[in-house]
């Protein structure tokens, strides 16, 4: 096994992020299908997913270059029926993950940890039935929250409840905090809406304000260096007074928040693949998307290495804001300097 690769500003390449399909059961609001737009397909299968086969092979050509971690992303992941495979022919080295709607998770917890998953993220945008159906223009609400229970009792945890912040959902936060704190195996995901990726500025936040606010109800706060994140603990309705906070007694919010946020980029170690069996070093670019072609192990190798070669700096630099407000590449930052520069 070689040692990761490095992109030209030095970030090294250890997790993949792999679309399995760009179908899903939900049709929410904000989706930006892995910055990809809006290209959801129907809802049968189409020939242009890769096959387990092809997944398979590429975790195991990346396995050489030293990743560690992929999760399963879509569209939803659980409407492939073969995940469970996939899942089980993962490289055993590799941590394995899990982004889901959470529909499916009541049949199938048990058998996607028995076959290798490590934890799962579920997206859940309000702890209220009429809004999550709103968001999500589904009515699975209570199929959600049963699949969350499933998920942390089949030991998928911690399970990470992932809320996009903006203007629809920015009244469910506090409901959502409560929820995480007093519920055992959960923790909190606030993502920064990205209105660049998903159209509606209109809908778009000051998550300071969100910051601001965890940090006069926490018990306690932690800085993460890695991509710059905050941890926010929340006392459950049982804590003691004064008792130290921790995921026996409480809940641990983090806030998920790239767009102004420099070290995040900084810190990103990630590729991510495409449904179809492309590449690409950003979620923010669809510009430098490669193909892989029929995926030997061969081309594999070759397409990782130019992609990886090929990733931008932090979001920041390599989108700016023209006269317009209209956000633009910067020309500067398409490709990595070379040591000429």
């Known amino acids: 096994m070689n040692g990761p690769l490095a992109d030209g500003f030095g970030r090294e390449v250890t997790g993949v992020r792999v679309s399995l399909t760009d179908r899903c059961n ?65 490289p055993d080295s ?47 609400y209570e199929q959600v929250l049963e699949g969350v229970e499933a998920a942390v009792a089949t030991g998928l945890t911690p399970v990470k409840l992932n809320m996009v912040v903006f203007k629809h959902t920015a009244g469910y936060v506090e409901g959502m905090v409560e929820h995480a704190a007093n519920n055992d195996g959960l923790q909190l995901q606030l993502i920064e809406y990205m209105p660049e990726l998903t159209g509606h500025p209109e809908w778009n936040i000051d998550i300071q304000r969100v910051h601001d606010w965890l ?8 800085h993460r260096e890695m991509h710059d994140r905050t941890r926010y603990w929340i006392a459950g309705d049982d804590a003691a007074p004064g008792a130290r906070i921790d995921a026996s007694n409480g809940g641990m919010v983090e806030i998920v928040d790239p767009v102004e946020n420099p ?45 990886v070669a090929n990733r931008v700096p932090f979001y920041g630099e390599y989108m700016v804001r023209d006269d317009n407000d209209e956000w633009v590449v910067n020309d500067a930052y398409v490709s990595p300097p070379t040591a000429a520069d």
Do not use: W
């Open 263 to 307: 070290t995040f980029c900084a810190n990103c170690h990630r590729v991510r693949v495409t449904h179809e069996g492309y590449l690409k070093g950003c979620l923010n670019r669809n510009d430098d998307l490669r193909s892989m072609g029929e995926m030997s192990r061969d081309a594999i190798r070759e397409t990782f290495r130019e992609t």
């Open 94 to 140: 590799m941590e394995t993950s899990m982004t889901t709607n959470g529909t499916f998770l009541p049949g199938r917890a048990e058998d996607l940890r028995e076959a290798g998953l490590d934890r799962v993220n579920v997206s859940q945008d309000a702890i209220d039935p009429e809004a999550f159906a709103a968001i999500t223009k589904s009515g699975a």
């Open 26 to 90: 939900f049709d929410c609001v904000y989706c930006h299908n892995e910055g990809l737009g809006d290209t959801r397909g129907p809802m049968e299968p189409d020939d242009n997913e890769m096959t387990a086969d092809d997944v398979v092979r590429f975790l195991e050509v990346v396995e050489e270059f030293g990743v560690e971690k992929v999760k399963f992303t879509g569209g939803e992941p659980m409407l492939r029926q073969d995940l469970e495979a996939i899942i089980r022919r993962t």
């Open 215 to 222: 940090a006069d109800i926490s018990a306690r706060v932690e």
